[in-house]
């Protein structure tokens, strides 16, 4: 598996939402993927 083909949707917002600060922040091997919402959440989102 490379780098890149690591994330899948809403990996990139789980792993961004545990940043504490952003001093030492590197984004290594993030996609476009990572930061797409899955059609299911989109789905659960309209019930809201």
């Not at 690591?6 to 930061?35: K, T």
């Amino acid at each position: 598996m490379t780098r890149e083909k690591a994330f899948v949707e809403g990996m990139g917002y789980v792993a961004l939402s545990r940043v504490r600060n952003l001093d030492n922040l590197y984004l290594y091997g993030i996609n476009r993927r990572a930061m797409e919402v899955s059609p299911d959440a989109l789905a659960i989102d309209d019930g809201f």
